[in-house]
């Protein structure tokens, strides 16, 4: 069969439609990049009232995805003063997690085989579904610029997802007809468009580390101790898992320094990254350990944790048959200060829970977001794409919040029983300086009213009723009083707390105190800069 001229297509439709319309008919555009988009703008815009929508989830990871957007969006900018248009571009909903589930049994074909097809079919369908609601008449796609893409495949699934939706009609195209592509290498080259290696694809990804490990584990330590020892001792034991370590110093000396490298075997001090940190602040510690982290999956370990023999080791088949974006503990066994061991269960079994709201209230109902971040094991791509953070440690308590971020933005989270680890209750003497009580008490503060601007701010705050929100004064003095054993009344707490605790309880999210305003600031301003 002779393969259709599709260039010579549009050139008839072109023709047809410059007849039939007494104005510039709305066309809907698929653009996957500024690149992509170059040539096919210049051309279409003569004809067309031009709506460009991105649509995008393919692209990994994110922050290439959002390069390529804001790199479209300054040549529309730009387009639009030389040619005097009016092109916008619309932005799709990013779901990168949801949108690859039907790729990732064709992970290993090559490129431009079913994976390509399915991945392609997806937008041409989100397409067609946005045109039909915003009431496009026409649209398109300028996938059809590449070399790469398969002309016949696009132009023939467009008229076939067409029949679903009489109202719209596809136009055929082949832009890299008449040197379309040539042109558009010009064209991008002129207007300093970004252009990118790899099409966009996880699975076409070329910037991934060859000598990714299994997991990255971060080890925090602040003093030499005999526990500190053990778990350098069992991490020099692993053999069975493809792993790094990063343990970071707080202020410790240079003799301390070489006593911790001391204890590490020789066959594998190339495992092993020690920083002897001075940053004072725990939330850049742990930033500046993920994002120089080298593994698909990191642990938090604090030196106080008490680990019994093997533990890594066991951790290997939980990572292997695994891809969630976070692994909780299913049970958390806490050793108090009488030695009492208090077991808080959350599952009995290992469980995916996919519904956001339960989950959020299931955790906070068994306070397991303020239980600091040993045994959580995170996804680093996840943590990267959507830029979850710590803030300062000085504001607010820097792990309930990053825990809490973690599973507002996590799809998928799986937990499993980790019955070979206790986690030794850090120990703090009672003290009653009203200056070291109120500090805390307002850290506390800080960190439920982020919690709750974010909730509302992702419109979740009705959808998610919060027992901490409930309980109020007394759920906040115990969780203050046994995380660091204030010697504290609840009178005189709440006498502290009363005038803040209404305006959090009332639903006034700032109040007029400098550290909540340095809070929301530092907040605001990660969300906007980080891994950027």
């Known amino acids: 069969m002779k393969e259709v001229n599709y260039y010579l297509e549009f050139v008839k439709e ?30 279409l815009h003569d004809l067309f009232d031009i709506t460009i929508f991105y649509s995008n989830s393919n692209i990994y990871p994110k ?105 719209i009609r596809y136009i055929y195209s082949d832009f890299k007809k008449n040197n379309g592509q040539d042109i558009g290498v010009k064209i991008a080259k002129q207007y300093n468009i970004y252009r990118q290696s790899y099409c966009g694809c996880e ?66 001090k190339d495992k092993f990254k020690i920083f002897n940190t001075n940053f004072n602040d725990l939330a850049l510690l742990y930033d500046y350990a993920i994002k120089n982290s080298n593994a698909k999956y990191f642990i938090f370990i604090n030196q106080d944790d008490l680990l019994k023999k093997d533990f890594f080791n066991n951790l290997s088949s939980i990572l292997k048959e695994n891809d969630s974006e976070i692994i909780l503990p299913s049970s958390l066994c806490l050793i108090n200060k009488n030695n009492k061991d208090e077991i808080r269960k959350i599952n009995n079994k290992e469980e995916e829970i996919m519904n956001k709201s339960s989950l959020i209230n299931k955790l906070i109902r068994k306070r397991y977001l303020i239980n600091g971040l040993s045994l959580r094991i995170f996804k680093k ?12 440690s000085k504001l607010i308590y820097e792990d309930i919040f990053f825990n809490f971020l973690a ?49 509302i701010k992702n419109k979740l705050n009705e959808d998610i009723s919060l027992p901490l929100f409930k309980i109020k004064y ?17 009178f005189t707490f709440i006498k502290l707390i009363n005038k803040e605790m209404k305006k959090l309880f009332n639903d006034t999210y700032i109040y007029e105190g400098e550290e909540w305003e340095k809070v929301i600031y530092l907040y605001r301003q990660k969300e906007k800069n980080y891994y950027k």
């Open 381 to 392: 791509e996840f943590i990267y794409n959507n830029s979850i953070f710590f803030l300062s």
């Open 14 to 43: 072109y023709k047809e439609i410059r007849n039939k319309e007494n104005t510039k008919p709305k066309l809907l555009l698929h653009v996957c990049c500024g690149a992509c988009s170059a040539y096919p703008l210049v051309f």
């Open 203 to 268: 699975f076409s990804f070329p910037f991934k580390e060859k000598n990714e490990k299994e997991l990255g584990i971060i080890l925090v330590a602040n003093k030499i101790s005999a526990n500190l020892k053990n778990i350098i001792n069992e991490l020099n034991n692993i053999n069975n898992l493809d792993y790094e370590v990063t343990i970071l110093l707080e202020d410790f000396s240079l003799k301390e320094n070489e006593m911790i490298s001391s204890l590490i075997s020789f066959d594998n």
């Open 407 to 455: 599973i507002l933005l996590a799809k998928k989270i799986r937990f499993y029983n980790f019955n070979d680890l206790k986690i030794i209750k850090s120990s703090f003497n009672k003290f009653n300086d009203s200056s070291l009580i109120t500090k805390n008490i307002f850290k506390m503060i800080n960190t439920l009213f982020l919690i709750k601007y974010v909730l």
């Open 63 to 167: 922050n290439e995805y959002d390069k390529r957007l804001n790199s479209l969006k300054k040549y529309v900018e730009e387009l639009n003063k030389t040619f005097k248009t009016h092109i916008i571009v619309i932005e799709d909903e990013y779901d990168h997690s949801n949108f690859i589930e039907d790729l990732i049994p064709y992970k290993n074909q090559k490129e431009g085989l079913d994976r390509c097809k399915i991945c392609i079919k997806k937008r041409m369908i989100r397409l067609f579904e946005y045109a039909k609601k915003e009431n496009y008449k026409y649209v398109t796609t300028v996938m059809t610029v590449s070399r790469n893409k398969d002309v016949n495949y696009i132009n023939k699934l467009g008229e076939e997802i067409n029949q679903a939706y009489p109202g």
């Open 474 to 490: 007394l759920f906040l003095y115990q969780l203050i009083k046994n995380r660091y054993y204030l010697d504290i009344s609840l």
